[in-house]
């Protein structure tokens, strides 16, 4: 089964500071996506960002761009010029069929 | 336009209760999904809808949970014989392109198990 890990249950940054999120996942496929959708207290998921596992070049979105090492198994986030709407739950995601989420992150973001 | 609207937004109910929680989608949304968030924890995929149809219920905990979706619109999750291990928030999402695209989440159904 695909499991996916975040290893990082909480993470804290300084306003307009970068932080990288870490996300690894284990699949038998090559042919995949993977996603990072944000969860603030309202619970509402919004999506980040997305990936096309047969694609190399990595996403951007603004300020949120991904290192995706397929090799690996990895595909972490990073969130340049942090802004202090940025706190809150970061969810990894995985999907073949079916999607599987990570544990989550939890950002905060000092002013 | 209106996003995905799910009710009731918190349930409290008694152990061994059954409860029905109600997901619409997007206007136009084909695909419909069903998740699970225990208290701390990620989510987990419970069912697809492809139209009115489920391919694939494996993703249900248990006999206790089945869930429908008619019309190609309106899904309803109904767990029977509620236990408190039931409890977390239980989320719906829609899209129109399936799988390996972008879900449009509603803001959730917070059920209580007492």
């Known amino acids: 089964a695909q499991t996916v890990t975040q290893s990082q249950p909480e993470m804290s940054v300084q306003e307009a500071e970068t932080v990288t999120l870490s996300c690894t996942y284990d699949?038998?496929?090559?042919?995949?996506?993977l996603f990072w959708y944000k969860q603030p207290p309202s619970r509402q998921m919004i999506l980040v960002i997305r990936?096309?596992?047969?694609?190399?070049q990595n996403a951007t979105e603004n300020r949120f761009s991904v290192n995706f090492q397929k090799a690996a198994k990895s595909f972490s986030l990073k969130i340049s010029d942090s802004q202090l709407g940025d706190a809150a739950m970061y969810f990894c995601?995985?999907?073949?069929?079916?999607?599987?989420f990570g544990a989550g992150t939890r950002l905060t973001v000092k002013p | 336009g209106a996003g995905v609207s799910q009710s009731p937004s918190n349930k409290v109910t008694e152990k061994g209760k059954d409860v029905e929680l109600r997901c619409d989608p997007i206007?136009?949304?084909?695909?419909l999904y069903w998740y699970r968030q225990s208290l701390g924890q990620g989510l987990e995929f419970l069912i697809y809808f492809q139209g009115n149809s489920a391919p694939d219920k494996s993703g249900l905990p248990s006999d206790r949970f089945s869930a429908e979706r008619t019309g190609g619109s309106v899904s309803t999750l109904t767990i029977q014989r509620t236990q408190q291990e039931d409890s977390a928030v239980y989320l719906c999402a829609s899209n129109s392109r399936g799988w390996g695209y972008e879900q449009y989440f509603g803001p959730g159904t917070r059920l209580t198990v007492t």
């Open positions: 699949t038998s496929e090559s042919d995949y996506y």
């Open positions: 990936q096309e596992a047969y694609k190399q």
């Open positions: 995601a995985y999907n073949n069929n079916d999607m599987r």
């Open positions: 206007s136009g949304h084909t695909a």
